[in-house]
């Protein structure tokens, strides 16, 4: 089901008309764009969408946070089921033809792979389950994850920037803490109940849209049939 998300969210194209990043880059705000789940287990997952910002996109962080909640609620939570199915199509054909011309792996690291898919999936599904679709896509599914998961309650957010840069985002009086292997410093604050109802309430943005469908995907999936 995330792969939707991840389609939805994460640029193929280094400008994709309509995306998160289009609207970033125009602005002046971000060169690059990922998303995707990032840790998994069998009982959770974190979906994260990492952003590269410039300068001038470092001073407008939470305005950024407005441009991806925007897109979550006005144009993932709000297309329809015809339009989520194309896209997981789309999705298949572009996993099975990576899962069919997938380049070599290291034989470690491809032995650990299958290690871990044997308690994840059936015999049948160990080579080939953490890439191909089995399960018939469930709409409301994915609504229930929009709703509850992708929300700003259950956001962190991970600002990572130089010392000086980052601390004109902050007040003058931010206790930083250290971590403890490295030393690192870094500060938390909690979110307030104005942000969190201003991201809720994020309006549809004209320049935001889900990305057209690849009209080049479904003929190379019939042509390596």
């Not at 995707?36 to 407008?60: D, R």
């Not at 491809?110 to 290690?115: D, I, S, V």
């Not at 709409?139 to 259950?154: A, E, G, H």
């Amino acid at each position: 089901t995330t792969e939707i998300y991840t389609l939805s969210l994460h640029d193929a194209l280094p400008i994709c008309e309509g995306s998160i990043l289009s609207l970033l880059k125009k602005l002046g705000w971000a060169t690059d764009l990922g998303a995707g789940t990032s840790t998994q287990s069998t009982y959770f997952a974190l979906f994260e969408i990492s952003i590269k910002l410039t300068e001038e996109g470092l001073l407008h962080y939470l305005e950024i946070i407005d441009i991806v909640f925007s897109y979550i609620k006005n144009c993932l939570r709000a297309s329809s089921d015809e339009t989520r199915q194309a896209i997981r199509t789309e999705c298949e054909l572009i996993e099975e033809l990576n899962f069919r011309f997938k380049s070599k792996q290291r034989e470690d690291q491809y032995t650990e792979q299958l290690a871990v898919n044997l308690s994840r999936y059936p015999r049948e599904e160990v080579l080939c389950g953490a890439e191909l679709f089995f399960d018939p896509l469930d709409m409301r599914v994915i609504d229930k994850l929009l709703d509850t998961d992708f929300t700003p309650s259950n956001l962190r957010i991970d600002l990572v920037a130089p010392m000086a840069e980052l601390s004109q985002q902050l007040p003058a009086d931010a206790a930083w803490e250290a971590e403890e292997w490295y030393g690192t410093k870094f500060h938390r604050t909690a979110f307030s109940d104005e942000l969190k109802q201003r991201w809720l309430t994020q309006p549809a943005h004209p320049d935001l849209a889900l990305p057209k469908l690849n009209p080049y995907t479904r003929e190379i999936g019939r042509a390596h049939v």
